[in-house]
Each structure stands twice: as structure tokens, then as C-alpha cells.
């Protein structure tokens, strides 16, 4: 399912909600994941899922749209609509996909999800490279560095960095864990933390608090218990 763009919608105002998901379920390619009313509340959803476009509002409660994508390390494509118009140099500046001007049609909503498209579909999927590859290559140190799937004991987060933890050695690689989640096969790692992901081979023992890999105690997130009760 890679050609589906997966997207969310922050916006505080219900009329123009109910506008872009109706533009969206007219959309085969697109799949809407959600909505949330403020960047606090989108902040915590990208935490915990992966997102290919966000529709962003700039006048948000609380935090406001371009605040809030300056906040984001890895973003998403990024669709900015508004009833301002002054915000959209700043708004290419943070590198935004397009900027829909409120009141828009459909016609105008297509185009630019189009260009969301053309952008998605020429990324490699994933799932079709791990089908014949055992590895990754992550940048480590300004170095392309191999790092075999079957070594990965577990990785963790640390702000803008992970900690690639291996039968060999620790590396630290500049990327988020959304991002190392997408290039890493499903069937052989698992995320049972925001900030931590284990390969599932390793697990030696488990309890519903957490998972013991090589020895070491991993926490298992609120959120993520019943990942690892389905593992077996």
C-alpha cells in the first residue's frame, strides 16, 4: 500500500475540516489518518505515527503553523492552508509542498496534492528493497556505514540522533525514529517504545513493562503493549 499517501489535518476551524476531508475522500491515493485542532495536539500524533503529508493551518490555537513546522526536524510533505496570504514566502522558506489559499476548489486542491504525488512516488518503496536486501546503509560520522539486520540488537532515540545498538558495535546516526522505522523490515523489528525499537529475533524475555534483549531491559510504552503480546 506505498502508493497511499498517508495524511492528517490540523486545523481548528470545523467548516474548513469537513472541506479538505470531503477533497480527500475524493482522492483515491490519499488516506486520511486524522485531524487535530492545534499543533500540541499533531505534535503527539507524529510521535507516535508515521505521516506522508500534513494539511497545516497557520492560524492554529497555541502554537501557530509555521512555529509549529519549524519545531518538526524531520517533516513531512507539508500542504499550508490559510486565508492569509503574506505567509507564503515564509512558508516556501520552510520548504512547503504548496499553499492553498483559503476559500479553494477542488480543481486547485488536486493540483497540489498532485505534486505530493510525483514527490511519493519517486521514492523507493521500502518494502520492495528488503525483499532481497539484509542490510542498511546509515550515515555514521559523514560515512556510508553497512549495517546488517541480522546484528541490530535494538535502536533508541536521543533527541535529533539514534543509537544503532549491534552484536558489534554501538553507531550514532543523525535520522529520527520514524525514519529508521520505515527503512527497517516490519516482520523483523518492532517499536515497543516512542523512543525505542527492538529486533524481535533478539528478545530473550518479556513482561507487560518490558523486553529483555542481549541482557538489557527495554521499557515497552504505554501505548505499545499489545504490540508485543502479538508478536507470538
Known amino acids: ?56 493551518d497557520i492560524h492554529l490555537p497555541k502554537l501557530k503553523g509555521m512555529a509549529f513546522l519549524k519545531t518538526l526536524l524531520h517533516p513531512p510533505a507539508v500542504i499550508v492552508t490559510t486565508a492569509y496570504h503574506q505567509y507564503a514566502v515564509e512558508g516556501f522558506n520552510l520548504n512547503v509542498t504548496d499553499y492553498l489559499l483559503k476559500p479553494f476548489d477542488f480543481e486547485r486542491f488536486l493540483i497540489a496534492v498532485n505534486k505530493v504525488k510525483t514527490a511519493h512516488r519517486e521514492k523507493p518503496d521500502p518494502d520492495e528493497n528488503q525483499a532481497e536486501k539484509d542490510f542498511i546503509f546509515l550515515t555514521v560520522q559523514k560515512k556510508k556505514v553497512k549495517i546488517l539486520f541480522s546484528e541490530i540488537v535494538y535502536i533508541e532515540s536521543q533527541r535529533e540522533y539514534i543509537k544503532i545498538i549491534t552484536t558489534k558495535q554501538v553507531y550514532v546516526s543523525k535520522m529520527s525514529t520514524h525514519e529508521i522505522e520505515a527503512l527497517l523490515p516490519a516482520k523483523l523489528f518492532k517499536r515497543i517504545h516512542r523512543s525505542f525499537i527492538v529486533s524481535i529475533s533478539k528478545i530473550e524475555s518479556y513482561t507487560a513493562e518490558m523486553v529483555e534483549v542481549n541482557g538489557i531491559s527495554i521499557p515497552i510504552g504505554r501505548g505499545y503493549r499489545d504490540i508485543i503480546e502479538s508478536l507470538w
Open 1 to 56: 500500500m506505498s502508493n497511499n499517501i498517508k495524511c492528517i489535518i490540523i486545523e481548528d476551524e470545523p467548516l474548513a475540516v469537513k472541506v479538505l476531508s470531503d477533497y480527500i475522500l475524493q482522492v483515491p491515493f490519499l488516506a486520511l489518518q486524522g485531524t487535530c485542532k492545534d499543533a500540541i495536539a499533531a505534535t503527539d500524533y507524529l510521535r507516535k505515527h508515521a505521516v506522508d503529508l500534513i494539511f497545516l
